[in-house]
């Protein structure tokens, strides 16, 4: 079981941009395709985007890939998604997980972690 802890989030005016971070523990995040998802209140948890272990091939959903750029740092275990142009139907809870294919959405491995809030403001 990999532990992660997903950060970044906040308070942020349409428009604006946030940084998220996933940070994970153990060898099999970094050998691992991660992706990012969030879960707005009321609505089912989505995927947002994902990137391969080594190659870093990234794949994105129809509704963020012109407004998000996922990111990874193997060394330091940590996998990044920036955010632009916010929009207050994003705000939601964002999380992080291993996926077994970057390009298959309800692939994630591992059960949730805590994730973290954002909110965005018209």
């Known amino acids: 079981q990999v532990h992660v802890v997903e950060s970044g989030g906040g308070l942020v005016q349409a428009g604006g941009s946030l940084r998220l971070s996933c940070t994970a523990s153990?060898?099999?995040?970094?050998?691992?395709?991660v992706g990012w998802f969030r879960q707005a209140p009321g609505k089912q948890r989505e995927f947002v985007a994902a990137i391969t272990a080594i190659k870093k091939n990234t794949f994105y959903s129809d509704s963020m890939r012109d407004r998000c750029t996922i990111s990874r740092d193997n060394d330091q275990n940590t996998i990044d998604l920036q955010l632009h142009h916010l929009k207050p139907e994003d705000t939601a809870v964002y999380y992080c997980?291993?996926?077994?294919?970057?390009?298959?959405?309800?692939?994630?491995?591992?059960?949730w972690g805590q994730g973290t809030q954002v909110t965005v403001s018209s």
């Open positions: 997980n291993k996926m077994r294919s970057i390009y298959v959405s309800d692939s994630y491995l591992d059960e």
């Open positions: 153990g060898r099999a995040f970094s050998s691992s395709s």
